[in-house]
């Protein structure tokens, strides 16, 4: 899916001074993209006062959450896991502080290339009570290369537009002096989705409309031209 959507074209000018001449555009860009992957953002968090029992639970936890992603054809290659974090809990009596216990926690980003699947894996997740859902990120694979090609065609546009401003005076247009660009991704998260109760309040319709489908890039170039 790929609709081009030209943003409007800014008015140029002819600027002349001692020295030269110059013809100053610029030009912009957006165009939507289906998205083709889905990024779901998750946290696995315990709390205990034994740290070694701790680090066996979330092991076994974790080894738990990953058997449940298989069940959806999510492996485990694409269960990107970031470093085991721990702090420590305390509480205060009368200015005295004293340890309570230990927090372990572990994020993961799970990678889906079907909304679908996202979907249900963020439906699984819910389900856990030591789960906590950041968000589901549409993105695009290729990205780079996508961006790149609407760069190349908003630069053509703005040199179009350069040379069609200089022909309107009888000019000749010489070489390029400055070219400055700026654009980016729209990345649509999805809903903060969190325990059992949260879920609950979703239809399964719902849940997979609260992530995003699509995926805007857009471009824009400011160029000066010489006269």
């Known amino acids: 899916m790929q609709n081009a959507m030209p943003k409007s074209l800014k008015v140029p000018s002819v600027v002349s001074d001692a020295q030269m001449s110059t013809v100053k555009v610029s030009a912009s860009e957006s165009r939507k993209y289906g998205a083709n992957e889905f990024v779901t953002v998750a946290m696995l968090e315990l709390r205990g006062r034994d740290k070694e029992l701790l680090f066996k639970q979330l092991e076994t936890r974790r080894q738990a959450i990953f058997e449940q992603m298989s069940k959806l054809d999510i492996q485990n290659a694409d269960i990107e896991q970031n470093s085991v974090d721990m702090r420590k809990e305390w509480s205060y009596d009368k200015g005295t502080r004293s340890l309570t216990g230990y927090v372990v926690s572990q ?18 997740l819910s389900a856990e009570l030591d789960v ?23 630069g053509k546009k703005a040199m179009d537009k350069a040379e069609s401003y200089a022909e309107s005076v009888g000019g000749k247009l010489g070489k390029a002096i400055s070219v400055s660009e700026n654009g980016g991704s729209d990345l649509m998260h999805g809903r903060r989705v969190l325990g059992v109760a949260k879920f609950n309040d979703y239809s399964e319709d719902a849940l997979l409309s609260s992530i995003a489908d699509s995926v805007s890039i857009s471009a824009s170039v400011h160029l000066v031209v010489e006269l």
């Open 107 to 124: 994020s993961f980003a799970i990678r889906c290339s079907s909304r679908s699947v996202a979907a249900a894996a963020v439906a699984v």
């Open 132 to 154: 906590e859902i950041d968000r589901t990120s549409a993105r695009l694979k290729g990205e780079d290369s996508l961006r790149k090609e609407i760069i190349l065609s908003v």
